[in-house]
Each structure stands twice: as C-alpha cells, then as structure tokens.
C-alpha cells in the first residue's frame, strides 16, 4: 500500500505522511548501505587473494632472473 493510500485511510495529516515516508526512505537505505558494506568486503577478500597470488608470481619472477643471470656470469667466469 502506497504512502498516500494509508494516509488517507488512517486520516494522517502532513507532518505524520513526512514521517512515514523519512522513515522508510531510512530502512531501504539502512539495506543499501548494508549491502554496498557486503560488497566492500567481498571486494577486500578477492582483492586479498589476488595480492597473494601476485606475491608468488613475483618471487618465481626474481628466481627465473636470477637464473638467467647466473647462466650468463658462469660461462664467463668458467673461460667460456
């Protein structure tokens, strides 16, 4: 039931149809803000995770330079 239907079936003057539509524009947006926080946190956790995996990627990418490295330094300290 519409906002306008109640106050004219339960007789309420303006300042009373003001309070009844402040108060449930509170509660829809009390679920948004709740929601937008459940996002916030499922994005925190995706993005914890991918940090994670970047971080492995990052040390296979320094042991994959080093190697190369040191496949190049070896044959010239060897006489090669």
């Keep these: 039931m519409c906002y306008l239907a109640m106050a ?3 007789g309420l003057d303006k300042g009373d149809k003001a309070l009844n539509q402040i108060s449930t524009h ?3 947006c009390e679920q ?5 926080e ?13 940090e994670a995996k970047m971080d ?3 040390n296979r990418l320094w042991w994959i330079i080093g190697l190369i ?3 190049i330094l070896v044959p010239q300290f060897l006489g090669g």
């Design 56 to 58: 492995t990627v990052s």
């Design 8 to 10: 004219e079936e339960w």
């Design 26 to 28: 509170e509660q829809v």
């Design 69 to 71: 490295v040191v496949s």
């Design 38 to 50: 459940e996002r916030l946190a499922s994005g925190s956790r995706r993005f914890d995770e991918l």
């Design 32 to 36: 948004r803000y709740l929601r937008i």
